[in-house]
């Protein structure tokens, strides 16, 4: 039997006019643990924590980034649901379906296509289960 646990621990801290959220992983296989740890800078970081209803479709959520600065994203609910970015049809945006206890996450230096399109106003959360907790924090990096 192999036992798999991933981990994701992600610290936000403040210098001067700088932000540096440090995105810490880890899996612990066969006995054998595997860390790594990326630190990435920015100039704003953005986090919500938004309860959404059983049975709710389309709650709107305020938050906004901008997606050309985007340096790492982080998205993650207790609950199967689905995000449109916007508008309630994704129109100038995009839709991300999260699956409970799965954390969505996207970094610059990843070598992954950019999951964030166009600059975001706000999100529209469909949720068709039990109360989720929906959590997202967001760093850019604005400057020249």
Known sequence: MTLFVLSLLVIAVVYAASLNVSVRSNFIKDGKTVE?????????????????????????????????????????????????????????????TLKAGIPFVWQKNSGITKPITADVTRFFVTNTTAIARLYCAVLNDATP
């Not at 709710?56 to 938050?63: A, E, F, L, M, P």
């Not at 982080?74 to 100038?92: F, V």
């Open 36 to 96: 790594n740890a990326v630190t990435i800078t920015g100039s704003s970081f953005r986090e919500i924590e938004e309860a959404v209803a059983a049975n709710q479709t389309d709650k709107q959520v305020n938050i906004s980034f901008t997606h050309a600065d985007l340096l790492w994203i982080h998205l993650e609910s207790d609950q199967d649901c689905t995000i449109e970015t916007n508008a309630t049809d994704a129109t100038g945006g995009q839709t991300i």
